[in-house]
């Protein structure tokens, strides 16, 4: 089977949705499908929008659809497609990674509610014009089921795998006069809510011994990530911004975390708590969207905007190392509980036979 996918951007952008979709197409190939990746420059929404009646892009297109068996579609891509999907000769299959309509039901103001609505009935357009679905947690599916009604879908949640979990794991032992090390790590973006960590940092008392690390790309959006530099630098708490960092880096600063503190305002699944709890790290996620599904009993989940419930835990956590200890415990069981990569991928192989089956 040949498979394309079609995404925006730099495959290698670290991102949950483009390590999904790199952690695919390797599994693919390596069971024994051919994958070609085609990438188109990520831009604004209306942008993309005009891709629809650029003849250029629509010669692309259809020339990419005449040449696979079958085309992936990353959810980034769908402003450009909507039109398009019905005239070409492959099937398509859309990966739903993050819906725009989700993004802005953060918000509570007119023009994001506006957004919300144009964006729902640009997705609802899309989502009719391909031939299967596959969504990244339960969460997404009932959003799209409560748009459309697909004829052919999978859930294929991501995995938390892609780090030794030999290695992985370590218990929570530190005495209560050590440091608690607090993790961060996404985009720095007003949506994973570091503002809010910055809020709660505030509200925490001299007296506890905490350090924060934040991990994540500032170019998403460079006035909000110059801002929350700006608010770092006069904290008393020690924080250290290192920006994107490989992955082995990675996993060293989460073997080295006590806390992953993400305080997102929507996950449509939320990866790196998986990842986190693969080291028996505590996970502290909100309760918007699909992260209080992923994290369970392995975490603390708290209101979505509220500095004051994440300073409480954080605090705790620096005080009480036996409650650490446990929730440390806990969030590998959690960890344990999910399906592993071999798992998600197979299925996806699966269900795109199907389709290509006809």
């Known amino acids: ?56 892009f629509r010669q692309k297109l259809a020339a990419i659809a005449d040449s696979v068996d079958i085309l992936l579609e990353d959810s980034l891509v769908y402003p450009s497609v909507l039109q398009l999907n019905a005239k070409l000769a492959a099937p398509t299959v859309a ?4 819906l725009p309509s989700t993004v802005y039901q953060v918000g509570d103001s007119m023009s994001e509610s506006l957004l ?17 679905i596959i969504h990244n947690s339960d969460l997404t599916k009932q959003t799209v089921n409560n748009m459309i009604s697909p004829s052919k879908e999978l859930v294929a949640p991501p995995a938390g795998d892609r780090f030794d979990p030999n290695t992985g794991h370590s218990q929570r032992t530190r005495d209560v006069t050590d440091t608690l090390r607090v993790l961060v790590v996404g985009s720095v973006c007003h949506r994973k809510g570091h503002d809010t960590l910055i809020e709660s940092l505030r509200l925490i008392p001299d007296t506890v011994d905490l350090a924060v690390t934040v991990v994540g790309q ?25 920006g994107a ?25 939320g990866m790196v708590y998986l990842e986190a709890m693969s080291f ?55 960890y344990g509980e999910h399906p592993d990569w071999e798992t998600t991928a197979s299925s996806i192989q699966e269900f795109l036979t199907s389709i290509v089956a006809g």
């Open 1 to 56: 089977m040949h498979v394309g996918l079609l995404t925006a951007g730099d495959i290698h952008t670290p991102s949950g949705g483009h390590l999904y979709n790199k952690r695919l197409c390797q599994w693919l190939e390596a069971h024994g499908d051919r994958v070609s990746i085609y990438t188109i420059p990520h831009r604004s929404y209306g942008a993309h929008l005009t891709d629809n009646v650029r003849p250029r």
């Open 95 to 98: 990966l739903l990674h993050l």
């Open 116 to 132: 919300t609505t144009l964006h729902a009935q640009a997705e609802r357009l899309y989502l009719n014009s391909v031939d299967g």
């Open 218 to 242: 500032t170019t998403a959006e460079p006035e909000f990530a110059r801002q929350i530099q700006h608010a770092t630098d006069r904290l008393a708490i020690p924080v250290t911004v290192t």
């Open 245 to 269: 960092i490989s992955d082995d880096l990675l996993a060293k600063h989460f073997a080295d975390a006590d806390v992953l503190a993400l305080p997102s305002r929507y996950e449509s699944f």
């Open 280 to 334: 028996g790290v505590v996970p502290i996620g909100t309760t918007a969207g699909a992260a209080s599904s992923v994290i369970g009993d392995g975490g603390i989940v708290i209101p979505p905007n509220d500095p004051n419930a994440l300073s409480s835990a954080l605090e705790a956590f620096a005080l009480d190392r036996s409650m650490l200890r446990s929730y440390s415990f806990r969030a590998r069981n959690r």
